[in-house]
């Protein structure tokens, strides 16, 4: 299998958003490094917005993240699907490829990203649809800790279960700092103790955003805002405990001006050189 590491660890980037576009065609070299892109939101894809992801493709290095797989879910996973995204890396070039650990699709999808039970039926029943796709995809698969609200079921806590599918799976890890942050705050765990639970062989790239703070106990995981200075400081330290990673600035919406956003790519890059 191909490795799922990047060539570059001390690199950072952001999403290919249409509503990005037009900025990050006209970006200064040096703004950013590569590019995350959903495959299911670019194959086939033709017309302009074909062109202008195939012209950013050739300028920069991309990261798939995808949208649609359902990794949790009770439906067959989507061969052709995986097939489709396999041809799509090969052709791109891509060295990673990640989704969420979480299902979105029941009878068709549900356009959500839905919590997992933490239960051992569900680390067997993931892990083998993971291994599965890895089979499928010729390479190895990051799987990324998703922010929830509700649990349906929790034989075990979070960061149990997150490493018994690592590990059973064989898979790697794309840590979501905000992700760690908001669900300690609104499961009431020591982000800290989170970070230091995982296992550090299995992390191959972070993620970073903003997020909603509903209320002290309450952040809802947006990727409309800024990163706060309590997830800068959460980064820091998962560059402490893992050694710096390709990392992403998720911004999916609510877009600021472009600078803001290299101003926030700058702070990543500083954490980098720190760590």
Known sequence: MQTSLTSAKASVGLGLRRGLMKDLQTALPGAFDFLEVAPENWIGIGGAHGAAFRALAERYPLSCHGLSLSL???APLDVKFLQEVRVFLDHYNVPLYSEHLSYCSDDGHLYDLLPLPFTEEAVHHVAARI?????ILGRRLAVENVSYYAAPQQDMDELTFTNAVLREADCDLLLDVNNVYVNSINHGFDPQTFLAGIDAGRVVAMHVAGHFDESD?????????????VVWSLL?????RFGVQPTLLERDFNFPEFSDLVSELQTIRRLQGEG
């Open 72 to 74: 949790g879910g009770s």
């Open 131 to 135: 291994r599965q796709s890895q089979d």
């Open 217 to 229: 106990t309450l952040k809802i995981d947006t990727h409309g805002a800024s990163v706060k200075p």
């Open 236 to 240: 820091a330290e998962a560059y402490a």
